[in-house]
T-cell receptor, first 114, second 116 residues
Framework: GENVEQHPSTLSVQEGDSAVIKCTYS??????FPWYKQELGKRPQLIID?????GEKKDQRIAVTLNKTAKHFSLHITETQPEDSAVYFC?????????????FGRGTQLTVWP | DTAVSQTPKYLVTQMGNDKSIKCEQN?????MYWYKQDSKKFLKIMFS???????INETVPNRFSPKSPDKAHLNLHINSLELGDSAVYFC???????????????FGEGSRLTVL
């Protein structure tokens, strides 16, 4: 099965700085890569995703890049704000699989200091 | 209107007891899931149902038994609770199993189970 590694496990930045979270995956059949944000005591929610036919996708202050050859993808948050503090999960999925299972990384606790 | 709702939100019980968590989605999705999130925040899939049919059954003790009476509901029953079962259990749904249309998972608010 797929194995998704996520680094770092914790990340602290000053407000206004950028934050980068990196993930690697093992299965070259994976072709869908979402990122979920989980605020303290809340449910995980999708913030951005990318499909394997795209190298980069941006949505305001967040962006995701994908390198299919190296099998890694990253989340970039610019101009961080205290409300960006949360646990971020990367995931990978083979959308063509009959099971359609989503494999999660172990999460990154991001803390943005004011 | 809550898209994925689960009850109860908190559950405190003694070892050896049996408990159930209920989940309902009003999104019209075909696929529903149970995830377990431990104290280190790791999200581990337990079960997945597609149109009431079990399609993913991870290595979960058989004390855990899911039941899907219809595609909008997926309940989780746990027998003989153990200390290690303490966690947050999230129900989730997605539009379809393979995500051809939309791979997004919609999570419920979570049910925090504490076994004493």
């Amino acid at each position: 099965g797929e194995n998704v590694e996520q680094h770092p496990s914790t990340l602290s930045v000053q407000e206004g700085d950028s934050a980068v979270i990196k993930c690697t995956y093992s299965d070259s059949a994976s072709n869908y890569f979402p990122w979920y944000k989980q605020e303290l005591g809340k449910r995980p929610q999708l913030i951005i995703d990318i499909r394997s036919n795209v190298g980069e996708k941006k949505d305001q202050r967040i962006a995701v890049t994908l390198n299919k050859t190296a099998k890694h993808f990253s989340l970039h948050i610019t101009e961080t704000q205290p409300e960006d503090s949360a646990v971020y999960f990367c995931a990978a999925k083979d959308r063509g699989s009959t099971l359609g299972r989503l494999y999660f990384g172990r999460g990154t606790q991001l803390t943005v200091w004011p | 209107d809550t898209a994925v709702s689960q009850t109860p939100k908190y559950l405190v019980t003694q070892m050896g007891n049996d408990k159930s968590i209920k989940c309902e989605q009003n999104l019209g999705h075909d696929t529903m899931y149970w995830y377990k999130q431990d104290s280190k925040k790791f999200l581990k899939i337990m079960f997945s149902y597609n149109n009431k049919e079990l399609i993913i059954n991870e290595t979960v003790p058989n004390r855990f038994s899911p039941k899907s009476p219809d595609k909008a509901h997926l309940n989780l029953h746990i027998n003989s609770l153990e200390l290690g079962d303490s966690a947050v259990y999230f129900c989730a749904s997605s539009q379809d199993i393979a995500g051809f249309r939309n791979g997004e998972l919609f999570f419920g608010e979570g049910s925090r189970l504490t076994v004493l």
